[in-house]
Every structure is written in C-alpha cells, then in structure tokens.
C-alpha cells in the first residue's frame, strides 16, 4: 500500500510539466515541450508524451480530443494547490516525521527564514484564524 502513495506522487520532471499546464491550460505534447524548452529544459517530443501518459495513468492529468485536430490535448485534473499540498505532506512525513515544527525550526536554523519573515508568517496565521472563525461565526453549526 506504501508504494502505491509513493507512486502517486509527483516527481521533479512532472511537477515541471504540471506547472506547464496549470500556467497554459490544456496543451498538446508539443506546446509542453516548447514550453519547457523556454523555460532551458531541452527535452525530447517523446520523453514528454512518455512523461504526460504517466501523468495521465497517475490521474493527474486528462487526456482531451479536439474536433478536427489529431493532437491530443491534455489538462491537469488535480490542482496546483493539491499538488503541493501533498509534496509538502510527504516532504515532512519523510524528513521532519511529520512535525511542521520540526520543518519551520531547521529552515530558520539554516538561515532559509528569517526572524523577521517569521514574524510575518506568524502574523498572516493568526489572521487567517481570526478570519476562520468569524467564517464559522456564520456557518451553518449545530
């Protein structure tokens, strides 16, 4: 069962291409691949396609038929914020066991957040609860 969560995540390469398509939209294998070679990542047309059927047998992606075009287009059926959802999710369950405290203490230990960052993001907290709870305020609770 552990390896079926491990294989629905993404891996690097489809994350890059997933952005491709929640930034455009449905695209076909080759605006992917023009995409991404913009962006200095040179792939071939058929490590692509190979890359987008993955994704589609993952789910992550749809497959669309346009009338009149034989270029199949293909969107992204789970969204950006999912996405990292579940990246972040594993990231800490592998590496922090699971504590965002843990996480949040070695980034500010490694000066990748900084005393005065963290005060902002502990500000935005406690304003998403504020406003949470006015939320709930007016919600329907029985």
């Given at each position: 069962m552990?390896?079926k ?14 952005k ?5 939209g ?5 605006s992917?691949s ?10 071939a047309y058929?490590?692509v396609?190979t890359?987008?059927n993955l994704l589609?047998k993952?789910?992550?992606?749809n ?6 075009d034989?270029a ?6 789970v969204?950006q914020h ?6 972040i999710?594993d990231l800490?369950?592998?590496v922090f066991?699971g504590s965002?405290?843990s996480m ?16 902002e ?5 406690t304003?998403?609860?504020?406003s ?7 919600g329907?609770?029985?």
């Amino acid at each position: 069962m552990a390896r079926k969560k491990a294989n629905d995540q993404l891996t690097p390469l489809e994350m890059e291409i997933m952005k491709v398509l929640w930034e455009s939209g449905p695209a076909t294998v080759l605006s992917v691949s023009e995409r991404l070679a913009a962006d200095d990542r040179k792939l071939a047309y058929t490590t692509v396609q190979t890359m987008l059927n993955l994704l589609h047998k993952k789910n992550k992606v749809n497959r669309i038929q346009v009338d009149g075009d034989r270029a199949l287009r293909y969107e992204a059926s789970v969204t950006q914020h999912s996405a990292v959802r579940q990246a972040i999710g594993d990231l800490l369950n592998r590496v922090f066991g699971g504590s965002a405290e843990s996480m949040v203490l070695s980034m500010v230990e490694s000066d990748l957040l900084t005393p005065e960052k963290l005060a902002e993001l502990n500000k935005a907290v406690t304003e998403s609860k504020l406003s949470g709870e006015k939320g709930h305020d007016h919600g329907n609770r029985k």
